[in-house]
């Protein structure tokens, strides 16, 4: 009687396995606790040997019979089925291990950056590269893929995002040429194939007496208190917004006056130096927050920071309404201010925790400038209070001491 896929559906288990052949070495195998097993049974080099093909019903008939014809094929060419398939395993193994999604993966968990700006690096990669190019070899990914991938972005309007995507794609390239999973970064290629992305600048109060009047406003700002800490400190230390809100306490050391975190683009360590009036401010804000966690909390539960909005919507209440005021807006005014006072421009640049470039890379790294910032962090922190006054600013009080 022919085997067929009825008889291996109505094969019933019994006190012991049984064999029922299928033909040319295949064979159902029914297991006392029902289960039903595909083998093929075969000598090679004089040696009996068995190939484990897949269980009934997941693998069918069909397809089991499909299997042992590849395997009789591979053997009329000397092929052992068995360390084929073992080998197989390895490639495909090989090859998830080494696919762009997996070593994207492993780049992500290693950056030292705030976990809010890595969870929208995340979110660009999920969304608009690893869904293309994810499943694929690191190491055969061509520039041709790629172009595909980040025109797609640009084609939705997105161009500024499209130059993000390049930038972290290449640098996940560069992570798996450390250790030869891949030898070249085709990124390099695409500078310049992309759209410029169109320049945006943050709205900012660049002159000092509306600057006074907005620090007046935050003065009489009557909402939420950690809000107000927020809008306070936000002028005062000019960090990104993103690195103001998700502050942590134990980054901080108010007797040292000095908060030290990872600069959410950059990813180097950086120290703000605290002036008197920005330790008064978190002394204060500290029994309502602290002494671990955020310093600023979301309004629903400790465990999350404020919302990016939480500033913007508190000045928008205040009467500063869209193009004229945000928080980003206060790092270009203390960058342009603090240049008009006399500061220099390395200085600021490095408590804006920019990177420098060229020959002052070393100095600029090594140095930091750091018993000038903390003489500066401290003169702008007294010239904010003046504006805030509405005093008149005394020349050359507020300026660099040489």
């Not at 029914?30 to 000598?43: E, H, I, T």
């Not at 969870?119 to 999920?126: C, D, L, W």
């Not at 695409?190 to 620090?215: M, Y």
């Not at 203390?334 to 600021?348: N, V």
């Amino acid at each position: 009687m022919a085997f067929t896929d009825v008889t291996a559906r109505n094969a019933k288990p019994a006190d012991k396995a049984r064999k029922i052949a299928a033909g040319g070495g295949l064979y159902l195998l029914v297991q006392p606790n029902g289960s039903k097993l595909w083998r093929y049974k075969y000598r090679i080099e004089g040696k009996e040997k068995l190939l484990a093909i897949g269980s009934y019903p997941e693998v069918t008939f069909a397809s089991a019979m499909k299997a042992h014809r590849d395997a009789r094929t591979q053997l009329a060419s000397g092929i052992d089925p068995s360390a084929a398939k073992v080998q197989g395993k390895a490639v495909r193994r090989a090859v998830t291990e080494n696919s762009f999604e997996s070593i994207a993966r492993e780049w992500l968990a290693q950056k030292s950056i705030v976990p809010t700006y890595l969870e929208k690096i995340t979110a660009r990669m999920e969304a608009d590269v690893l869904p293309y190019i994810g499943s694929r070899p690191i190491a055969e990914i061509t520039r041709a893929e790629l172009t595909a991938v980040l025109k797609r972005i640009q084609d939705r309007g997105a161009i500024e995002t499209a130059h993000r995507a390049r930038s972290e794609i290449g640098q996940v390239f560069r992570y798996a040429m450390k250790d030869d999973r891949a030898t070249v970064d085709p990124t390099v290629a695409l500078r310049g194939s992309l759209k410029a992305p169109e320049v945006k600048h943050f709205p900012a109060i660049l002159d000092p007496k509306p600057l006074g009047e907005l620090l007046r406003a935050i003065d009489g700002y009557q909402g939420d208190p950690v809000t107000r800490a927020a809008l306070r400190l936000a002028p005062l230390i000019f960090v990104r917004p993103g690195e103001l809100r998700t502050a942590r306490w134990e980054d901080f050391d108010l007797d040292a006056a000095e908060w030290r975190y990872i600069a959410s683009k950059m990813g180097n360590h950086h120290l703000v130096p605290l002036a008197t009036q920005v330790v008064a401010v978190l002394s204060d804000l500290e029994p309502l927050t602290g002494p671990a966690g955020y310093v600023f909390p979301g309004a629903r539960t400790k465990l999350r920071p404020m919302s990016e909005n939480t500033v913007n919507a508190a000045l928008r209440r205040m009467g500063y309404p869209v193009g004229t005021a945000t928080g980003h807006g206060f790092r270009a005014s203390a960058r342009t201010l603090l240049a008009e006072l006399g500061w220099r421009t390395d200085a600021i640049e490095r408590q804006l925790a920019h990177k420098a470039s060229g020959p002052l890379k070393g100095a600029y790294d090594r140095a930091q400038f750091l018993a000038e910032r903390r003489k500066m962090m401290q003169a702008w922190a007294d010239y904010l209070d003046v504006l805030r006054e509405d005093r008149k600013v005394v020349a050359g009080k507020f300026g660099r001491v040489a």
